[in-house]
């Protein structure tokens, strides 16, 4: 990679020379220089590949069994945008968020239904390594779900899930 990085700055370098015998007409139009292309994103290594393959077993303890009737789930990377997750359309209801993160020490889930009129709206901060619960009232239509760090950089393994069902009656 150095070598490569090296001999794309030379050939940048040369091209921006100008030789004595090449000026010509100095009113004619100026000479444009091609910059070297920026290097890929590097790929993310084993090591955070491992630690968030351990979070994410670590995260199902944390979370638990797997109740029935799930209606929105999502489960993965805190790292950058976090976890997204939609469902098109779900009925006016009350419904009962699981949450969990490993990995950090604290995290956030929204659960929204943006642009719709009187549409529910649940934000949650998050404890890692252990759930959260709670409910949220919903209107009847699309429903948005993000887990996500407060954080711009790439992410170092930290997960989060969530799993949302209807509400029992009298929980």
Excluded at 4 to 26: M, N, Q, R
Excluded at 82 to 93: I, T
Aim: hydrophobic share 40%; glycine share 14%; with cysteine.
């Amino acid at each position: 990679m150095a070598l490569l990085l090296a001999v794309a700055g030379a050939a940048t370098a040369l091209a921006a020379c100008e030789y004595s015998d090449d000026v010509g007409d100095t009113t004619a139009a100026p000479t444009r220089t091609r910059r070297a292309a920026p290097p890929p994103p590097s790929p993310a290594g084993p090591e955070l590949a491992m630690a968030e393959t351990r979070n994410l077993h670590d995260l199902g303890a944390v979370l638990g069994a797997r109740p029935d009737g799930i209606v929105l789930e999502g489960a993965g990377g805190l790292g950058g945008a976090g976890v997204r997750k939609a469902v098109k359309a779900l009925p006016k209801g009350t419904y009962t968020v699981t949450a969990a993160c490993v990995g950090a020490p604290t995290g956030n889930i929204s659960i929204t239904q943006d642009g719709l009129r009187d549409g529910g709206k649940l934000e949650l901060a998050l404890d890692c390594g252990k759930a959260t619960q709670a409910q949220v009232d919903l209107a009847a239509g699309p429903v948005y779900a993000q887990a996500y760090r407060r954080t711009t950089g790439p992410g170092a393994g930290e997960v989060a899930g969530f799993w949302m069902v209807p509400a029992t009656p009298g929980s």
